[in-house]
């Protein structure tokens, strides 16, 4: 069976999708403390490294592919846009540090793959010159001499090939892949022996291309809410500072951090059978304006 590690493993997406795709979590490196009660429960077997920084990727157990979405605040459009380099998103490196230290030790043999996935702010961030950052330390894995050209704009979608390695990318919208929701990520596929990646982004034969079915999939693996989709529809509420609102949506767009209810601003969506009778929500904003309101409000 194929391994997998994780890094910046949130609440285990990327273990997840790899053990509905047969490959078994090894490891994870988490630093809050909710997610990685969510991980221990759902992947008792994983292993926790902790922080990234403390990692040695040439001492802890080696892997096929080693995942990880680094920090995106400073590249992020919503961000501060200090970029690759900003106090968050400047974990890239050790992601980086860690491939190099594991391929090191295993004589090039592991990791085989690295995936990242990032927000498409990375494009533009520093005018394009953090994603050539992004792709020139990838590729400096396999060959240290690499250079990428500066394009005048970064496509959406693309392919790098060296010797003996590539690289491709692609943005792909969670709507499209059986999660109701509105989210554009980058997702990057490094590999280092001669396997093109083009065929993991590209090829039909290795992608979901029926909706319905992938949604079961998603359904079986992260629990079903209701009985379909055409049958409920979701409710957003969002923390305004005079009141608090929902809204009945399809998909909702990514959440932000306003979307909750309580003083942490929590994201909350929430199931509602729309055939049977409007229910009633009763929300605590915590100043004035808060209050009860029908769904046919």
């Known amino acids: 069976m194929k391994t997998l590690g994780s890094l910046f493993d949130g609440s285990g997406g990327f273990p997840l999708a790899g053990k509905i795709n047969g490959f078994k979590p090894v490891w994870a490196s988490e630093i809050e403390p909710f997610p990685i009660k969510v991980t221990r429960k759902r992947f008792p077997e994983m292993e926790h490294?902790?922080?990234?920084?403390?990692i040695r990727g040439g001492v802890i157990e080696p892997v096929d592919v080693i995942c990880g979405g680094s920090p995106c605040q400073n590249l992020s459009q919503a961000g501060n846009r200090t970029g690759i380099e900003g106090t968050q998103s400047s974990l890239f490196f050790e992601y980086i540090r860690i491939v190099k230290e594991m391929r090191e030790a295993t004589n090039g043999k592991y990791p085989r793959y690295m995936v990242w996935e990032n927000v498409p702010g990375a494009f533009t961030s520093n005018k394009g010159a953090d994603f050539k950052a992004v792709l020139e330390n990838i590729a400096r894995i396999k060959d240290p001499e690499a250079t990428i050209p500066m394009p005048e704009k970064w496509e959406h979608a693309g392919t790098v090939v060296g010797d003996g390695f590539s690289i491709s990318w692609r943005v792909l919208d969670a709507q499209f892949?059986?999660?109701p929701q509105r989210r554009r990520r980058i997702f990057l596929v490094a590999g280092f022996d001669d396997e093109c990646t083009e065929e993991i982004l590209f090829e039909s034969e290795g992608m979901f291309r029926n909706l319905a079915a992938n949604f079961r999939t998603w359904k079986e693996a992260a629990g079903s809410a209701g009985e379909s989709t055409e049958e409920a529809s979701r409710i957003m509420i969002e923390n305004h500072p005079n009141d608090s609102r929902y809204r009945i949506v399809e998909k909702s767009e990514t959440l932000s951090a306003r979307m909750g209810t309580g003083g942490g601003n929590?994201?909350?969506?929430?199931d509602v059978d729309t055939q049977n009778e409007p229910i009633t929500l009763k929300m605590r904003s915590g100043c004035a304006g808060g209050g009860q309101r029908s769904a046919d409000d």
């Open 266 to 270: 929590v994201p909350l969506t929430m």
């Open 177 to 179: 892949w059986g999660v």
């Open 49 to 54: 490294l902790g922080n990234v920084k403390n």
